[in-house]
């Protein structure tokens, strides 16, 4: 069996480290290298073209669902799980919108962990068991009702684009999907984060609280 590399992301040493050692042990793995913080590691999965990425959401400099969009825009083939300490529907959200395929709470144990890795390269959408019965009902709720009045910083196109962001689109897909050149595109995205004071993933968040993302 092929081994499978594997990078971790996350900015507390001694969680990163025990994660790295006890993934070692395990036949099959190979962990190529430690991130502490979402910069990194979209640096890191850029340079080593990884098969795994396990990334924690809250980092420094750069956070991981920002992250998991910005790998996910450069690199092909890579499958990533969202390792933390949050359980709220939110994190839930961003991580799947920016296109985690898996979600584990950091106090899964190994077996959990190994068994979730394997199946997340396999092709299966992978939640631990202390968050699946929130993404049943995150997705058997009816999405909220957009309103054009909870963005009212944002013009009509402005607002187009962040659906497309929330949606888990990137800049050259929605650049297709609205007709648009990808440097009109950043200047919007630009524009957006500016007036509402956020990043990609915070953009997310905010977006699918507000009914956003949801149609496509």
């Known amino acids: 069996m092929q081994e499978l590399r594997i990078v971790i992301a996350d900015d507390h040493p001694a969680f990163r480290r025990g994660l790295a050692g006890m993934l070692s042990t395990v036949d099959g793995f190979d962990v190529v290298a430690e991130a502490p913080d979402g910069r990194s590691a979209v640096d890191l999965v850029r340079e080593l073209r990884p098969d795994v990425v396990l990334m ?18 450069e690199v092909d083939h890579v499958t990533i799980l969202a390792l933390t300490m949050l359980e709220d529907d939110d994190a839930i959200l961003g991580a799947m919108a920016a296109g985690a395929v898996g979600y584990l709470l950091k106090g899964a144990d190994q ?39 909870q963005f009212p910083a944002l013009t009509a196109r402005e607002v187009e684009v962040l659906d497309l962001i929330a ?30 004071h956020v990043d990609r993933s915070s953009a997310i968040i905010l977006a699918r609280e507000a009914g956003l993302g949801y149609r496509r």
Do not use: Q, Y
């Open 56 to 73: 924690d959401l809250n980092m420094p400099i750069m956070g991981g669902i920002e992250a998991i969009a910005a790998i996910l825009d």
């Open 167 to 196: 949606s888990g689109l990137r800049n050259p897909e929605i650049a297709a999907a609205l007709v648009l050149s990808e440097k009109t595109v950043r200047n919007h995205v630009s524009n957006i984060f500016a007036k509402l």
């Open 111 to 149: 077996d959990d962990v190994v068994r979730a890795v394997r199946a997340a390269v396999a092709g299966e959408l992978i939640f631990g068991p202390g968050i699946a019965h929130r993404v049943r009902r995150l997705l058997t709720e009816p999405a909220p009702t957009p309103s054009a009045e």
